[in-house]
Every structure is written in C-alpha cells, then in structure tokens.
C-alpha cells in the first residue's frame, strides 16, 4: 500500500511551517515517531543542518521526532530503514541533482512502493512526477537527468498561480510556460495551488484542501477540478 | 570588433514586435540588408517558419530582409556567410538543446567574435551570458549542457521583476532565486528589466534604455546601476 502526499507547498501566507497540515500529518504518519528528511533542496541556500531544525520544530507539535538524511553515514540504508519520508522544497534542480550523485532515485521507489508514507512539498513534490520539466525553479545547477521519481503518472506544478491580468509584465504566464511544456511533451500537468495537495493511497489520487486544481492534458483546454477528485484516470 | 545587443525583452508593453529597438537596430544593422534568424526558441510552440514571419515584418520597417537558419541547408555555413543575426526570445532550454543538437555553439561564438553584429532578445539574451543557470524559463527538453555562448563574462536575468510586496504567494522571488544561484555559482548576474538592453562593443557594455539593472556579485548586497554605466568591469 503506497502513501503519499504531494503538496503544493509547505507553507500557506500568513501560517507557520506545514501549519496547515500538521493534523493531516498526524494521521499520515500514524505509524511511526520518526521521520527521515530530505533537506537537499535547500531553500535560500540553507545549510543541511539549519533546514532540518526548522523541520524538527515543526514536526515536534505532532510529537514526532526528525532525523537529516546527511546524518547517516549511509543514506541508501536509511532510506530502507525509514517509517516515514519527508522531502521538503527549495530548489528542484538541486534536489535532483543531489539525489542521482547519492544514488538513491531508486531507492526513494523502493521504499514508497513498499508502504513508507512519503511527503513532499513543493520541490518535494515536484521529484514525485514523470519529471521536473514542469518545475517553476532557476536552473542553478545542471542534474545528470530531468528524470524524476514517477510516483505518479503525470507531471506536477507547484505553486500554480493564475495569470494576474493587471501585470504589464511581458514575461510567460505560468499557464504559456505549461502549454509549451506539451509542445514537447505529452503527460498531464496538475497545477497545484499553494494549500492544495494530493493524497496518494495505492493507486488512488485525490485532491485535498479548500482549492480547485487546474488539470492540463495534451491538446486540450485546460480545466479546473474540485477537491475530492479522483485523479488516478490522468495520464 | 565585436557588436552585440543583449536586450531584456523584445516587446515592451503597448508596443508592437521589436518597436522600442528598431531606431537602434537600424543602426546597428546598418552594414547589411539581410538579417540571419534563429527561431530556435519557438515563443508558444511557434513553428520556425511563423516566428520568422513576425520578425520579417518588424523588420520590413527598417527595409531589412530576414531569413530564418531553418531555411538553410547548411546552418553552419549560414551562420558564416551572415552579416547580421538574429536570436529571438522563447524557451531558453529549447533554443539551447536546439543549438547544441545542430552543433552551432562554435559557429555562432566565431561569428561574433569575428565582428558579425548580434542582437538577442530575452532567450536569445540568456544564451549570450555564461550559462543558462539565471534563466526564468521552465526546463521543457533536457539540454545536454547549460554553458551558453560567453560572449559576456557573466549571466544575464531577463524580463527582470522587482519583489511585489504586495502578494501573497509564497514562491521565491526572483532575488531569492538569484540568491540561490550565488550559493552555487560565482559569476555576476545582470537583472535587465523589460526595455533595458546591454550594448557590447568590442569590450566595452554599456546599460542602455531608460531604466536602471540590479547586479548581483557574488557574495555582495545587490545593487543598481544607472543607463550608460559601463559594465566591462564585472566578472
């Protein structure tokens, strides 16, 4: 049985760190005391060490104890002796590039195929798609591969923002950028609004949180969905 | 001697194709009739041939003829018989994967530097710094590289935005991002705002337009510079 949860972000304007889902959170992760992070994104450039104290703190509110992955020696055997993952965001690129140098994309399958409850947020949750190509990030390092963990069977946007038609701003909307995304590619996007996320049980997916979530398939228009869709028929 | 424009944009808002830029490139281009154009980067999935469409008019009023390098067998050797090129905006990724498949690194760096004027605009602009790492464009194609053509001795940010301190997204801002590059990434960043453009001449850069650019040294607070400050000494 495969758990999962795919957030658009971590944190909601105006709430703490994971606020929002910390009694989501409580459930998810029933079955266990302790949660293996996953700080290689690194937002704002924080270290390993300072990303996971915040990660602590928050995780303390629901009892719950945090270990960094960069404290074991061995992060491939963590992995494997992890109740419960959690990747959290920052930069995509990094993330990745971090997780094909330590080898453990598959490991990362293994251990969500075989039940550990995963969550992601935001950089977190992008890794979860066919690939990061649909990624909002800066390129700042280059990764071996846009490959990513195929946990689900179509590509992730986090973060999704509505085209703010007031803007003189001539730069690409978000929806031009995923529309040339399928000049190239063909899996679904689901554009993910900051407080939405899927919740993944086997192959069931379905929306949660208060928000619409727009779903782009090749050569279609693009669509809202409301929370509680079923979403495993995308791909 | 060298001549290049590296331009932010290349539509203003309320202005047509190129309009803001064409009394300059009238000048800039004033050695040939005939501008050599890279659709490479395709703008909404635009087919070459489209895209050189628009451009052959915007053109048409500075009684310059364009001709797209997909129309060449030889690309290369349209690139050396060229008197004037063209790179527009886009997809950076796809106009990089595009450039390197069709092996024109090389050949578009010697034409340059052999003295061939070359204007670039937003994508076309990213390509001209030493990596594609500061572009804003999603990761669509997997380039097999992101080292660009070095023609300056740092990266370019186009379509730079300023903070809106009045949202309430929780994505980074694009001086997060730039932040994040500086944690990996040493050289410095020239943020162009829309209707900004760098004129190269041999080694001399200088800022043109009406608006200031925000640099980024590594390490340093960032800081703003005035139109017709030369930029030469940045590296």
């Not at 937002?43 to 270990?67: C, E, M, R």
């Not at 061995?74 to 930069?91: C, M, Y």
């Not at 063909?186 to 727009?214: C, F, Y």
Request: hydrophobic residues 35%; neutral net charge.
């Amino acid at each position: 049985m495969r758990h999962i949860i795919i957030a658009s972000t971590s944190t909601t304007h105006g709430s703490g760190y994971l606020e929002y889902l910390l009694k989501d959170l409580e459930l998810f992760f029933k079955n266990t005391e302790e949660i293996l992070f996953i700080p290689y994104a690194r937002p704002s450039g924080l270290s390993h060490d300072d990303y996971t104290q915040i990660v602590k703190i928050a995780f303390s509110k629901i009892n719950k104890t945090v270990k960094g992955i960069h404290e074991y020696e061995n992060p491939i055997d963590a992995l494997k002796k992890a109740k419960g993952i959690f990747v959290g965001g920052g930069n995509t690129f990094v993330l990745t590039y971090q997780l094909y140098k330590n080898n453990l994309i598959t490991s990362l399958q293994s251990a969500v195929n075989n039940g550990t409850p995963y969550l992601g947020t935001s950089a977190g949750s992008n890794i979860c798609g066919l690939t990061i190509k649909t990624t909002n990030d800066m390129p700042i390092v280059y990764p071996p591969s846009f490959n990513a963990l195929a946990l689900v069977p179509f590509n992730i946007n986090p973060h999704y923002l509505d085209p703010d038609t007031n803007s003189k701003h001539m730069g690409e909307t978000r929806e031009m950028r995923i529309k040339e995304f399928h000049n190239f590619n063909t899996q679904p996007v689901i554009g993910l609004r900051e407080g939405s996320w899927l919740h993944v049980q086997n192959d069931s997916i379905i929306l949660k949180g208060t928000l619409t979530a727009r779903i782009f398939e090749y050569n279609q228009i693009p669509y809202e969905v409301e929370p509680s869709t079923e979403l495993n028929i995308l791909k």
